[in-house]
């Protein structure tokens, strides 16, 4: 017989029954103590189950094994905080027992709980204390008569077990079993197996009809587990969790629990290739005063990669308008990397795209935006090919099918196709012979084409500007004076 083992039982023959918890206690703190000092991780594994084990047997008692249960949830979860990685599948694997043997003892807590709620519906009747040394709740006798023989106070008076007393044994039972799960699946997204973490807090309890929940809490959660798949890309069983969290979004008042909203929703979007959407949220988010510096840049080279990746079209050139005025985008060095503003400002300025441009540009883009999509071509593929059509209608008048293939590197039949689609769209204005194969663009777009010129000439002419006067700021002054 292990010595732990032998201390538990010695704790359970006790004759002080009020006494047992503090017991259990240290015998807990003993044994993490213990390993702290030896570092045997094998033997604190042992005695942790030996622990557990005795902590969910039926002859203990259900108010007693949860308090054990909740002793070991907050001491173990402050003994792994700061413990090695190395040490890291040793933890994993307690909790991954400890849930194992929590989650049936969890039927019996609610089995108790809905025997306690039928009687709330019946006539009065005698009830004893459910703990051994409080009088301080009441619960049914019959359920809760102890093993261990002690005498019961036969004259108590007559009274039902109120809604508060049930559901505070409910709420304590499933507050453990969700401590447990959130450590563990730290754990998991500590080791980047973000599927696996999602999974272990999906498990949580947050429908239960005999706790209280938080919408906090429930908000916390649902956030968390779609941030957990976003990072493995399941954008579809992210969005499901997204919806809940928008339902109870707006009783909540936590400022982080919002931005974190808004900040998976964006990344949804972007995911399910909504780009344009996606960008509206990013911009938005990147000038929130209430993020970091960094992350409002992270959001703001997202919101300039999600508009580039966007279908052409009016939608996407008021965006680019509105990206490539933002002194930002023009002046953080951030956005000069992978050729980032040199496309941005191509796409707003109506210039055709080239190859070199596109791949630096691509060598910045994850994985999913890379994906491919119709006709073999991938989302950036689409978005180029796009907006290098717009660009050719700005410099022909017509174009045969052949030449329009030719210009955008692809066949006429593709060419085709894609004109015909975003002409259908209200993307492109213009007409197709496909007896005479041409293309022929409308002349409205040729003054939207100057406009946008003059507009880009006034935009470089104050960035000169800007330029001479942090140089010459005294000049600047008298000349502006006179």
Request: aromatic share 6%.
């Amino acid at each position: 017989m292990s010595s732990v083992k032998a201390k538990l039982e010695q704790v359970a023959a006790s004759g002080q029954a009020k006494d047992r918890a503090t017991q259990y206690r240290q015998v807990l703190e003993g044994i993490l103590s213990a390993a702290s000092a030896s570092g045997h991780m094998g033997t604190l594994t042992a005695d942790l189950h030996e622990f557990l084990g005795h902590a969910v047997q039926e002859s203990l008692g259900l108010v007693l094994s949860r308090q054990l249960l909740q002793d070991f949830t907050t001491l173990f979860a402050e003994w792994a905080k700061d413990k090695a990685e190395a040490e890291g599948e040793t933890i994993k694997g307690v909790w991954t027992f400890a849930l194992a043997k929590m989650t049936p003892r969890l039927v019996a807590f609610d089995e108790q709980v809905r025997a306690s709620l039928a009687v709330l519906a019946q006539p009065a009747q005698p009830c004893q204390p459910c703990h051994p040394w409080s009088a301080a709740c009441t619960w049914p006798s019959v359920a809760m008569r102890p093993a261990d023989g002690q005498r019961r106070l036969a004259d108590r008076p007559t009274v039902r077990p109120t809604d508060r007393c049930v559901g505070a044994h409910g709420a304590l039972s499933n507050k453990q079993i969700s401590q447990a799960r959130e450590h563990l699946a730290q754990i998991y997204e500590d080791e980047e197996e973000w599927t696996q973490a999602a999974k272990v807090l999906q498990e949580i309890p947050l429908d239960s009809g005999h706790r209280a929940i938080s919408q906090d809490y429930k908000l916390r959660i649902y956030i968390h587990i779609a941030s957990l798949l976003l990072e493995d890309e399941d954008a579809v069983s992210a969005e499901a969790y997204i919806n809940r969290a928008s339902l109870i979004l707006p009783d909540s008042n936590d400022k982080l629990m919002q931005l974190r909203f808004r900040a998976c929703q964006a990344r949804s979007l972007d995911f399910r290739r909504m780009f344009l959407p996606a960008a509206s949220k990013l911009l938005a988010l990147s000038y929130d005063s209430d993020m970091a510096d960094s992350e409002r840049m992270s959001a703001l080279v997202q919101a300039v990669t999600c508009t580039v990746l966007a279908g052409a079209g009016p939608q996407r050139t008021r965006m680019l308008a509105t990206l490539y005025k933002d002194e930002r985008v023009r002046e953080r060095p951030e956005l000069k990397t992978g050729g980032l503003f040199a496309i941005l400002e191509k796409m707003y300025l109506g210039r055709v795209l080239r190859a070199p441009e596109v791949q630096e540009f691509a060598a910045t883009l994850k994985p999913h935006q890379l994906a491919r999509v119709s006709d073999d071509m991938t989302v950036l593929d689409r978005a180029v090919i796009e907006h290098n059509l717009l660009s050719a209608s700005h410099l022909y008048n017509n174009i045969s099918f052949g030449e329009l293939g030719s210009l955008l590197a692809i066949s006429a039949d593709q060419a085709e196709a894609i004109a015909t689609k975003m002409m259908g769209e209200g993307r492109l204005v213009g007409s197709l012979d496909r007896i005479d194969k041409l293309l022929y663009f409308t002349s409205s777009h040729v003054m939207p084409t100057w406009d946008a010129h003059v507009a880009g000439v006034c935009h470089q002419l104050e960035g000169i500007m800007d330029i001479v006067k942090e140089a010459h700021p005294d000049w600047v002054a008298q000349t502006l004076a006179h």
